[in-house]
């Protein structure tokens, strides 16, 4: 399946398969294919909760505008965005460090530089530290969906839910942003899915400010 296929195939779908579970080999190979995806200095500041067994789901749903495909999707993911994840002694900086060591792309005199650069882009305001965070999450999201189409699974991507609660519900640290649920399973056999939505054209989406 090539990337026209896997962009124009995929669909967030409401009505997941109870029954029919993905493996956790299936689900490693959706994670480990999104986790290719770009991020500023290759800071990685993503995190995901796996969600399986039903009581677990069951408490999401309830912070989450009661959705049922919160329980019906065999694994729903809590995507974690890190504002944190630029600060010098972070395990994703230094372990991105000691590789940038280890391949010769940076040597031992540039680590001021490198952790001096990274705290001028997203240290200074709270709003630089959580765009870094959410943004560079959005492109993992964005890899996680796409990375389930092209394995033959579907999604949905959830905003509706309440952040505070879920965070309080589920002892998430307050370095951590919410930035959506994701549904991740297979549809009832008898899905029948509406037309795709419309999308902006090129023209629409091209803007100048003379």
């Given at each position: 399946?090539?990337y026209?296929?896997?962009?124009?195939?995929?669909?967030?779908?409401?009505?997941?398969?109870?029954?029919?579970?993905?493996?956790?080999?299936?689900?490693?190979?959706?994670i480990?294919?999104?986790?290719?995806?770009?991020?500023?200095?290759?800071?990685?500041?993503?995190?995901?909760?796996?969600?399986?067994d039903?009581?677990t789901?069951?408490?999401l749903?309830?912070?989450?505008?009661?959705?049922?495909?919160?329980?019906?999707?065999?694994?729903?993911?809590?995507?974690?965005?890190?504002?944190?994840?630029?600060?010098?002694g972070?395990?994703?900086?230094?372990?991105?460090?000691?590789?940038?060591?280890?391949?010769?792309?940076?040597?031992?005199?540039?680590?001021?530089?490198?952790?001096d650069?990274?705290?001028?882009?997203?240290a200074?305001s709270?709003?630089a530290?959580l765009?870094?965070?959410?943004?560079n999450?959005?492109?993992?999201a964005?890899?996680?969906?796409?990375?389930?189409?092209?394995?033959?699974?579907?999604?949905?991507?959830?905003?509706?839910?309440?952040?505070?609660?879920v965070?309080?519900?589920?002892?998430?640290?307050?370095?951590?942003?919410?930035?959506?649920?994701?549904?991740?399973?297979?549809?009832?056999?008898?899905?029948?899915?509406?037309p795709?939505?419309?999308?902006?054209?090129k023209?629409?989406?091209?803007?100048?400010?003379?």
């Open positions: 399946m090539n026209k296929e896997i962009a124009e195939k995929r669909r967030a779908i409401n009505f997941f398969n109870p029954d029919r579970d993905v493996s956790e080999e299936l689900l490693t190979e959706m480990e294919l999104a986790a290719k995806a770009p991020s500023s200095f290759n800071l990685q500041p993503w995190n995901l909760m796996v969600l399986r039903t009581e789901k069951e408490k749903k309830a912070l989450a505008w009661d959705q049922p495909k919160v329980v019906e999707a065999p694994v729903t993911l809590i995507v974690l965005a890190d504002k944190d994840g630029w600060q010098e972070h395990p994703t900086v230094e372990k991105n460090w000691k590789e940038m060591l280890d391949s010769g792309a940076m040597g031992p005199d540039q680590r001021d530089w490198f952790l650069a990274a705290k001028s882009l997203y200074w709270p709003e530290s765009a870094y965070a959410v943004k999450t959005g492109f993992f964005m890899g996680l969906m796409y990375a389930a189409t092209s394995l033959g699974l579907e999604t949905h991507p959830m905003d509706g839910f309440d952040h505070e609660g965070r309080a519900a589920f002892n998430i640290p307050d370095n951590y942003w919410i930035p959506l649920l994701l549904a991740v399973g297979y549809p009832t056999p008898d899905l029948e899915l509406l795709s939505k419309w999308r902006k054209t023209d629409e989406i091209i803007v100048s400010f003379d």
